[in-house]
């Protein structure tokens, strides 16, 4: 049973425009969630975070926001660069059991 | 530089073969794993250990055994058990929530049954 889900395995959006990647979660107990670019054949990056605490954490041109009601966190990329392209996991954490439990991938292309 | 290494970085094997990708680590981090990457799939969740000599199954631990001996290595053995052994294998640490939590990934070990 997947516990973290990316409903969307792809999205194409226009350089300079911006990038909104979904996430939804079943787990409540989750308290901190987290959000990895990958490249193919390389190991995944990670690229910003947010404790359950909190609804909104910004770094850059990169923002998540978390609907805890909703079990939901989003990834917003504003401007969109060509150099975003590459496929973005959500992935979520039971801080007591230190076990990450990571969505399925969107795959992100950013058009010039 | 603090890191993750893996290797190899490719390994090609014959059914019925045991392999065993390394995975050392010098940041010093108690939690580390092992994921499974396929085609259009996220990360699976073989086996993880929090602490040295301790080590727990994840959701696909099935054909796959480890050990943790020393607090920077976590080698990984895909055993002939393994029905679906070709993949993309990451390794990762975490210094277990103490400061981010965050999973510091290498480069992965791509595995191939001939």
């Known amino acids: 049973d997947q516990q973290v889900k990316q409903n969307s395995p792809s999205l194409s959006v226009q350089e300079g425009r911006i990038s909104i990647l979904n996430c939804d979660y079943t787990n409540s107990m989750f308290d901190y969630f987290l959000w990895y670019k990958k490249y193919p054949a390389e190991g995944p990056t990670f690229l910003i975070s947010i404790s359950s605490i909190k609804d909104k954490n910004e770094d850059g041109r990169f923002t998540v926001f978390l609907n805890k009601s909703a079990k939901h966190l989003s990834l917003h990329i504003v401007p969109s660069q060509p150099g975003d392209s590459a496929v973005y996991f959500c992935?979520?954490?039971?801080?007591?059991?230190?076990?990450?439990?990571f969505g399925s991938g969107t795959k992100l292309n950013v058009k010039p | 530089d603090g890191g993750i290494t893996q290797s190899p970085k490719y390994l090609f094997r014959k059914e019925g073969q045991n392999v065993t990708l390394s995975c050392e680590q010098n940041l010093n981090h108690d939690a580390m794993y092992w994921y499974r990457q396929d085609p259009g799939q996220g990360l699976r969740l073989i086996y993880y250990s929090q602490i040295v000599n301790d080590f727990q199954k994840g959701d696909i631990a099935e054909g796959y055994s480890v050990s943790r001996e020393k607090k920077e290595s976590f080698p990984l053995t895909v055993t002939s058990a393994q029905k679906n052994p070709t993949a993309f294998y990451l390794c990762a640490s975490t210094d277990g929530g103490k400061n981010t939590g965050e999973l510091f990934f290498g480069e992965g070990s791509r595995l191939t049954v001939l």
């Open positions: 992935a979520a954490n039971l801080y007591n059991f230190n076990k990450f439990y």
